[in-house]
């Protein structure tokens, strides 16, 4: 079903790290970026196999600019020693040690959460000037409680470090305001809110960009950190905008052929390939595998060989796809195991390849062998990595008819996936997948329970505007319908409706779905006029931008000419029973089927 998948991020998440630095002297002397913490550099000598890696929160970017100056006070755990300026540099160095020393972030976080109390007393030198100190306690204090799961109590202490700081004062100001953007951003992402960890991202490199030029390396790592969030909210345009910029700046600073611009061009081909535009992404990823042999990174080549693989499957050219998939294939196995999840990820590309050109029998023996290696996997696999393999082997499952396999498989990735921090976008295209599997066999209940599910987690995570919740809606609708829940499923309808006219334009298939479900939806109402003031609409759009060559052009007039007919004989007609148009047993089956093509509803 077109737009039930999400796009798939490599699913390598690092842990949590909580980052207290002891130098003191740092943070004068450097600016914004240089004091970020690593995830906001995605751009290193040794990246993952794939070009979009996993973001992890930041933890706490700035550096810390002191150390306790006196003893502590006599009863550090007293409210009156809050009051002590010395107090909050102590309490920030014990939440460092404790965490250094692995007793826990529970003590750590007590620490913190004192000091940065501490701070905010004494906040506000000489001369009224914000307290970066109080500042970067914040961070410190956000970043315990990401480590523990608590991302919601971060949010609150991170909207009250951004508060602080006056990037117009200087560069350590406008430090403090970016690493703070930016760790929210990461805190947001964790949760699944995507607009709004991209809305602090933005912010984030706005603010950068006034303090450094845009011109900067430092500018150049934001931007791809940024293009691969809006690569993971599949807003491409933007992504795009933002991977020409990354490659310019670094294509002035580093050396022809890098493993920076290795790293952009593979970004930048995802974000083509995602566009359609195949034959740029080949060229991307050509330029970019060119870079890694000469960096003697074979592994990243054998990456680049997968991806390129990918692109000829997507040409039909199914010959070189194998050829690249051989090649990677035997480079992981000499690299990294016959065990290894690279190489179960190639047998799924190879079983997707086979299953194409029709070879069945060898599709299933690699779908086969990449579950065994999901089933024992080596350490250091992560859940991510196995769910987004059994996903991609549900997908061929359900392709040669074996429905009830590919539900399991998608079953046991959600509860892979289900305790895990920002998977929740994820979750949500699994469960719209399961909806329509569900829908095709007849099982409606599950198939509206699967979409409401996957509605709830859209919404929670800000992608209600996208055009694959649209899709999702309309999903539901046509569940709802098989239910015989008809205002509910008018509502579905119609909420999907201005999603998708805003996102694809009127005269895109799924909005003209839409528009021809919405239509037998509001007859089986009784409100005839609805349905043909949609269906003249639909008519005319066909008519004057998308010609009448296609078939439904005649359906939908005749149906229309039907309604008008009986519009004249009454408008008050009673409205029809919506049994008459969906249930298999109806006596009127054929009248209806006469009527309403496909029982009037678009999958």
């Not at 991209?198 to 900067?216: F, H, P, S, V």
């Not at 895109?508 to 006029?529: F, K, P």
Request: with cysteine; hydrophobic share 35%.
């Amino acid at each position: 079903m077109p737009g039930l998948v999400s796009v798939k991020t490599p699913p390598e998440t690092p842990p949590l790290r909580i980052s207290v630095p002891e130098t003191p002297t740092q943070a004068q002397a450097q600016t914004p970026t240089q004091q970020r913490s690593e995830p906001v550099n995605s751009v290193s000598n040794s990246k993952p196999a794939s070009p979009l890696p996993r973001r992890p929160p930041s933890p706490s970017p700035s550096r810390s600019k002191f150390s306790p100056r006196k003893p502590p006070p006599d009863n550090p755990n007293s409210e009156a020693a809050l009051d002590n300026p010395d107090l909050g540099p102590f309490l920030l160095k014990l939440a460092r040690d404790t965490i250094a020393s692995g007793e826990g972030p529970n003590k750590a976080l007590d620490y913190a959460l004192r000091a940065s109390k501490s701070f905010e007393r004494c906040s506000g030198g000489a001369e009224g000037e914000p307290s970066l100190d109080l500042a970067m306690s914040l961070h410190v204090l956000a970043a315990i409680y990401s480590s523990l799961g608590r991302f919601e109590e971060a949010i609150p202490v991170l909207e009250r470090a951004i508060q602080v700081p006056d990037p117009p004062r200087g560069a350590d100001h406008a430090l403090a305001a970016f690493s703070g953007h930016m760790q929210l951003g990461d805190t947001f992402s964790m949760l699944g809110q995507v607009d709004r960890s991209i809305a602090c991202y933005e912010e984030g490199l706005k603010i950068q960009i006034e303090a450094l030029g845009d011109t900067d390396p430092r500018v150049g790592e934001t931007c791809r950190y940024l293009a691969e969030a809006h690569v993971q909210a599949m807003q491409f345009d933007r992504a795009e905008e933002l991977c020409k910029k990354t490659l310019e700046i670094h294509r002035a600073h580093s050396e022809p052929a890098s493993l920076e611009e290795a790293s952009d061009r593979r970004l930048m081909a995802l974000v083509c390939e995602a566009k359609g535009d195949y034959e740029s992404a080949l060229e991307h990823l050509v330029l970019a595998s060119m870079a890694m042999i000469a960096n003697a990174q074979d592994t990243e080549v054998a990456a680049i060989d997968v991806s390129i693989g990918n692109i000829y499957m997507s040409l039909c050219r199914y010959d070189e796809a194998l050829f690249s998939y051989q090649k990677a294939l035997t480079v992981f196995k000499s690299s990294k195991g016959d065990n290894h999840p690279s190489v179960a990820s190639v047998f799924v590309r190879l079983a997707d390849l086979y299953h194409r050109t029709g070879k069945l029998r060898d599709s299933k023996s690699y779908c086969e062998n990449a579950l065994r290696i999901y089933a024992k996997p080596v350490p250091g696999t992560t859940v991510e990595e196995i769910a987004g393999g059994l996903t991609e082997i549900s997908a061929i499952y359900e392709s040669v008819d074996e429905p009830e396999e590919a539900l399991k498989l998608l079953q046991k990735a959600i509860k892979m996936l289900e305790d895990k921090p920002g998977q929740q976008s994820t979750i949500a295209g699994i469960e719209a997948r399961m909806g329509v599997m569900f829908y095709v066999v007849g099982r409606y209940d599950e198939a509206r329970s699967s979409f409401e599910s996957a509605i709830t987690k859209l919404r929670a995570s800000g992608e209600r505007k996208s055009a694959f919740f649209g899709v999702v809606l309309n999903q539901m609708g046509l569940a709802c319908v098989q239910l015989f829940k008809i205002d509910e499923a008018a509502e579905l309808f119609e909420e999907a409706r201005g999603i998708l006219e805003q996102e694809c334009g009127p005269c895109h298939q799924d909005t003209l779905g839409l528009y021809s479900n919405l239509a037998a939806t509001y007859d089986a109402m009784g409100r005839v006029d609805d349905a043909i003031e949609i269906l003249e609409y639909v008519l005319k759009l066909r008519e004057e931008k998308l010609g009448i060559a296609n078939p439904d052009f005649e359906d939908e007039k005749r149906r229309l000419a039907e309604l008008l007919k009986e519009a004249g004989r009454t408008r008050d007609r009673k409205a029809k029973s919506l049994e008459n148009l969906i249930d298999p047993s109806s006596k009127k089956k054929k009248e209806v089927t006469k009527r309403w093509p496909g029982l009037g509803f678009r999958i």
